[in-house]
């Protein structure tokens, strides 16, 4: 009988852990006047003006939120008046390499680590970041439009890390930006 039980819970613990780390479904989106397609997990929803400002501090309120229905993992994106260009972006990569640096999770990372995205220039940090609930994994990227900064953020709590990382980084390499000529 005692190994029966043992083996009940071993296949639920097995079940529970998968459920925890199970792939997260997820689909196209296009938003910033058609410039900007990434995809999103399955079930976010984006938020209205009035959520985000109820969410968000004055002077940093993104653009666009999507969140998942707790409003506890959300992802971002801000198009802000910066002046920047691919060739400008190793510069950017160094400045907030130094300002992010003590929340770094990966403390290995050069600060001219730059990656290509369906053929454009984004930089990135996996951040540990304090936020007025706690602790939140954070990937945050940026790169340009033309010549103005595009930022983005996935943000989840820290506990969440491990269930959502693996889908973090497939939205982030999912990034397509339209390319605009000056």
């Given at each position: 009988?005692?190994?029966?039980?043992?083996i009940?819970?071993l296949?639920l613990t097995?079940f529970?852990?998968t459920?925890?780390?199970?792939?997260?479904s997820?689909?196209?989106k296009?938003v910033?006047?058609?410039?900007?397609?990434?995809?999103i997990?399955?079930?976010?929803k984006?938020?209205g003006i009035?959520?985000?400002?109820?969410?968000?501090e004055?002077?940093r309120?993104?653009?666009?939120?999507?969140a998942?229905?707790?409003?506890n993992?959300?992802?971002?994106l801000?198009?802000?008046?910066?002046?920047?260009?691919?060739e400008?972006?190793?510069r950017y990569?160094?400045?907030y390499?130094f300002?992010?640096?003590?929340?770094?999770i990966?403390?290995t990372k050069?600060?001219?680590?730059?990656i290509?995205?369906?053929n454009?220039?984004?930089g990135f940090f996996?951040l540990?970041?304090?936020?007025?609930?706690?602790?939140?994994?954070?990937l945050m990227?940026?790169?340009?439009?033309g010549n103005?900064?595009l930022?983005g953020t996935f943000s989840?709590?820290?506990n969440e890390?491990?269930k959502?990382?693996n889908?973090a980084?497939?939205?982030?390499?999912?990034l397509v930006?339209?390319k605009?000529?000056n």
């Amino acid at each position: 009988m005692k190994t029966i039980n043992i083996i009940i819970v071993l296949a639920l613990t097995m079940f529970f852990c998968t459920i925890g780390n199970a792939q997260t479904s997820l689909t196209s989106k296009t938003v910033l006047e058609k410039q900007v397609t990434l995809k999103i997990p399955k079930g976010f929803k984006e938020l209205g003006i009035a959520e985000i400002n109820q969410k968000y501090e004055r002077g940093r309120r993104p653009n666009i939120v999507f969140a998942n229905n707790k409003r506890n993992v959300t992802i971002t994106l801000e198009l802000k008046s910066t002046q920047i260009s691919q060739e400008s972006l190793p510069r950017y990569q160094a400045n907030y390499g130094f300002m992010f640096s003590k929340y770094l999770i990966d403390k290995t990372k050069k600060s001219n680590d730059l990656i290509p995205i369906n053929n454009h220039k984004v930089g990135f940090f996996k951040l540990k970041m304090p936020t007025r609930t706690g602790l939140s994994y954070t990937l945050m990227f940026y790169t340009n439009i033309g010549n103005q900064m595009l930022t983005g953020t996935f943000s989840c709590p820290i506990n969440e890390q491990q269930k959502w990382e693996n889908s973090a980084d497939k939205i982030l390499r999912s990034l397509v930006v339209k390319k605009i000529y000056n």
